[in-house]
């Protein structure tokens, strides 16, 4: 991936932002901590980036049929279209937290749209150029056991779009310097009962300090768990989790749909179900730098 864009639209198919993509981090991405692979999707050239780089990926076919299909079984309610063409034309609607913790929407409904909804949710929130901000998302929608792991991975994207946008390491973030995520599609898989694979597609824009505008498309991987809590009003919640290595080399093995643009064939191909715009707002303002 090496072509930039500064329109507003999203970089065509075939043809994301290389700096884009790798900005576009959604810092609870799992990974492989035997390889240090970064398990996730990029345009064209997604080759994983094993010298620790933050948006690394694997490029291949989608891992079966990843569109909102269940493994079968008891657990959260069902509520995911099984494909595109079962959808509704105007994206699926997805459900809102019940609750807010520190601003950011939380309480997600324990059906498969509700795991849908915290990895929308995470996106639009874990953005900027704000150190404090990343950590506390990253503590707030990821399993108590694995929070560590998720705040180190914040703070190093942090660190990373700061650098790309030619923002101090520390300290105040410049005028005009911003950058945005907006959630266009998903396709969610079941692995085992309450235990879901998310990919979801983004729409990215960062702005440097000169006032140069790229703009571009990223596919981010996550695995997510219902975790139980009896004090919580919904008996638990929805939270990213860092996963196996068995289940993270099965993911990386197979393969997960790559960053293509809406209304093409490689789209369609991919398994990507579009979300209604207007669905799910997020409590927290993307885009808006500190």
Do not use: C
């Amino acid at each position: 991936m090496s072509a930039r864009s500064t329109s507003t639209t999203p970089t065509p198919a075939g043809n994301p932002a290389h700096d884009i993509a790798r900005i576009a981090v959604v810092v609870v991405i799992a990974v492989v901590a035997a390889t240090a692979v970064w398990l996730g999707t990029r345009g064209d050239d997604g080759a994983a980036d094993r010298d620790g780089g933050t948006a690394a990926g694997t490029s291949g076919e989608s891992a079966g049929d990843s569109s909102g299909g269940s493994a079968g079984g008891s657990g959260s309610e069902q509520l995911a279209p099984g494909s595109a063409a079962a959808a509704p034309v105007a994206g699926v609607t997805l459900p809102t937290g019940s609750t807010q913790t520190d601003g950011y929407a939380t309480g997600f409904p324990y059906t498969d749209l509700g795991a849908v909804s915290l990895q929308v949710e995470l996106a639009r929130a874990q953005v900027g150029f704000d150190y404090d901000q990343a950590a506390t998302v990253a503590q707030l929608y990821s399993d108590p056991t694995d929070q560590a792991v998720f705040e180190q991975r914040s703070h190093d994207a942090v660190a990373l779009r700061r650098q790309q946008a030619g923002v101090p390491a520390e300290g105040q973030v410049p005028a005009p310097a911003s950058y945005a995520v907006t959630p266009m599609a998903y396709t969610l898989e079941e692995l085992d009962t309450d235990y879901y694979v998310g990919n979801l597609l983004s729409y990215v824009t960062l702005t440097s300090v000169d006032g140069d505008a790229r703009d571009g498309l990223y596919a981010g991987t996550q695995l997510v768990r219902w975790v139980a809590d009896p004090d919580a009003d919904n008996g638990g919640d929805w939270k990213v989790v860092e996963g196996s290595t068995a289940d993270l080399e099965n993911l990386i093995a197979q393969g997960q749909p790559k960053a293509v643009a809406p209304e093409t064939k490689q789209f369609e191909d991919a398994g990507w179900i579009m979300l209604d715009p207007t669905s799910g707002a997020s409590s927290a303002e993307a885009g808006e730098s500190p």
